[in-house]
């Protein structure tokens, strides 16, 4: 099974609406992140949190909120997708440590038309 | 802050021959770096880290990579490419005392036969 895990694994949706990613994990992390990822622009930061109370603002959190509702689980939402919001999301883990190698889950595939 | 810089946005080799896939950071202390691989459809998973402990760092799949100061590079290499070694790789890097990991654009390893 795998260790990092994200519903849905696509997703289509219109301009306005409001969607919600989740990711959970079983790898027993306290950190959590969330990336979006587009072509030529490698990973870029969402959000991050480094324990159910923490949550902290990435490099690109204008349009996105979160939401860690227990230690494994994390989930990114978008009030209102537009259209420069499609993108390929992926959720990370890391054991808190100076090294805070991170751990991927397999993706979600957004589409706002 | 730090950036990573991968030159290189696609790179083409023969099966058997030698893979170079270079990595450049910029930040006034050496950060803790990363290779990470991605193939299709999937998350990105761990090549190998450089830690400090050592400067050539050997990863799975016969893929090593040398941290080298006076450069300020971390390229990655593998003796003999294989035809499951195409894939996206990124280099990423982090200050230890940061909590921010910032990703290379990427680059799309192409093996042919």
């Known amino acids: 099974d795998a260790d990092v895990t994200q519903t849905p694994r696509n997703r289509i949706t219109k301009t306005g609406k409001r969607i919600m990613l989740e990711c959970s994990q079983t790898?027993?992390?306290?950190?959590m992140y969330w990336y979006r990822q587009d072509p030529g622009l490698g990973l870029r930061l969402i959000y991050y949190?480094?324990?159910?109370?923490?949550?902290n603002k990435g490099e690109i959190s204008d349009g996105y909120s979160v939401s860690r509702q227990a230690q494994a689980k994390f989930s990114l939402s978008l009030e209102s997708a537009i259209p420069n919001q499609t993108a390929l999301y992926f959720c990370a883990t890391s054991r808190s440590g100076s090294v805070d190698t991170q751990y991927f889950g397999p993706g979600t595939r957004l589409t706002v038309l | 802050a730090q950036s990573v810089t991968q030159l290189g946005s696609h790179v083409s080799v023969s099966e058997g021959a030698l893979v170079l896939l270079r990595c450049n950071y910029s930040?006034?202390?050496?950060?803790?770096l990363f290779w990470y691989v991605q193939y299709p459809n999937q998350g990105l998973q761990l090549l190998l880290k450089y830690t400090s402990a050592a400067t050539l760092v050997k990863g799975i799949n016969g893929f090593e990579a040398e941290f080298k100061k006076s450069e300020t590079s971390f390229h990655l290499t593998k003796p003999s490419a294989h035809m499951s070694d195409a894939a996206e790789y990124f280099c990423?890097?982090?200050?230890?005392?940061?909590?921010?990991?910032?990703f290379g654009a990427g680059t799309r390893l192409t093996v042919k036969p």
């Open positions: 790898k027993g992390h306290d950190r």
């Open positions: 990423a890097g982090k200050l230890y005392n940061n909590n921010d990991m910032r």
């Open positions: 949190s480094f324990d159910v109370k923490d949550i």
């Open positions: 930040s006034s202390v050496p950060p803790y």
